[in-house]
């Protein structure tokens, strides 16, 4: 199982939603962080932003990964959520983004943080399945797809 899927729980991925800005987008997230997992959708959104404000965290290709520390949050968190039209982003490509892997981490997460960061835009460079994601229309599959995803393995 790789490093995202052992944090995304299937009621973590939505499809088709409507969120006409990146402000929008992180208020959904919020929303979803707070009635599947208790967490104040404030809190999520508020950290979500200031991460935000350091850079986009907008990859190209019409996918981002926005990600916050939470205080008091013992494990990372993770949820997919595919707009049903795509948002301006400020990505490196200007293109704007339909795909969104949040990523919500411990306050004090160090190493384990980045790996996860790591391997999710490595799962994003993988143009067939980015492209397959960004289109899926069942969360189901689109959960589906990303689990049966493995990374690849350095020999080094």
Do not use: Y
């Not at 400020?90 to 411990?106: C, G, Q, T, W, Y």
């Amino acid at each position: 199982m790789n490093r995202l899927a052992a944090i995304l729980p299937a009621g973590n991925v939505l499809v088709n939603v409507d969120a006409s800005s990146k402000k929008r987008a992180f208020e959904q997230a919020g929303l979803l962080f707070e009635n599947q997992h208790a967490i104040a959708r404030a809190t999520v959104s508020d950290n979500l932003f200031a991460r935000e404000r350091l850079g986009s965290t907008g990859l190209g290709h019409g996918v981002a990964i926005p990600h916050g520390r939470i205080k008091g949050l013992k494990n990372p968190l993770a949820a997919v959520i595919r707009l049903a039209q795509p948002i301006a982003f400020e990505a490196p490509d200007d293109e704007a983004v339909s795909l969104l892997i949040f990523l919500l981490v411990p306050e004090a997460a160090t190493q384990r943080h980045l790996e996860i960061l790591s391997e999710i835009a490595e799962l994003l460079s993988d143009r067939d399945l980015r492209e397959r994601l960004k289109v899926e229309t069942d969360p189901a599959r689109l959960h589906e797809m990303i689990s049966r995803w493995e990374p690849m393995r350095s020999v080094a």
